[in-house]
């Protein structure tokens, strides 16, 4: 492997820290060097005034155009909850997200013995926005099972699993389990 050098001028400065000096208002290391060398008083005079305009752009303030910050607002609006679940309690609200219910079912079909990995899970209600908790939730996961594991018993106590901790954690009562079996990780039994 070749490693890039820093450029030297002919007398033997790092023009990088001649940049260091312009760029941080440094003081030279060698003032009695740069004030007779023509290398180091030409790049100096090259490097200032390039520095001069940049601190002035740095100073200006920055306009963003509206379109911009509607697309910023428009993707992280596109990664919230497509829907949520109202939890009403004696004392407030409870909103629980369908992500919030995508990653509880993950982290279930990960305590299931047999299953290898969990690739994906996503959660869907009927509505947009669910008062209540029961019965209009469902659940899709895709697993890769470990070794030669019967695949309708293991897909059962991933359904099993995923509705006893998504109920155990957030109170939504579960109406269906999808679970894909996409592969199996025979290198571990």
């Known amino acids: 492997m070749t490693s890039v050098s820093a450029p030297v001028l002919a007398c033997g400065t790092e023009l990088g820290q001649l940049v260091d000096q312009v760029a941080d208002r440094l003081l030279p290391e060698d003032t009695l060097h740069q004030r007779d060398c023509p ?31 509607d697309e910023v607002m428009a993707r ?3 990664g919230r909850s497509r829907w949520e679940i109202v939890l009403d309690a004696s004392r407030g609200v409870t909103l629980v997200g369908e992500n919030v219910v995508a990653l509880v079912a993950r982290c279930a079909a990960h305590e299931v013995p047999g299953v290898a990995a969990v690739e994906s899970a996503t959660a869907h209600a009927s509505h947009e926005r669910v008062q209540g908790a029961s019965g209009a939730f469902e659940v899709a996961i895709t697993v890769t099972l470990r070794g030669l594991r019967p695949v309708t018993a ?36």
């Open 39 to 69: 290398h180091c008083r030409q790049a100096l005079e090259t490097l200032d005034p390039l520095w001069a305009g940049l601190r002035t752009l740095a100073g200006e303030p920055v306009r963003v155009p509206a379109r911009v910050i």
């Open 154 to 189: 293991v897909a059962e106590a991933v359904r099993e699993q995923v509705s006893a901790l998504v109920a155990g954690m957030t109170g939504i009562a579960v109406a269906r389990v999808d679970v894909t079996v996409s592969d199996l990780d025979l290198s571990s039994g």
């Open 76 to 78: 992280v609006r596109a």
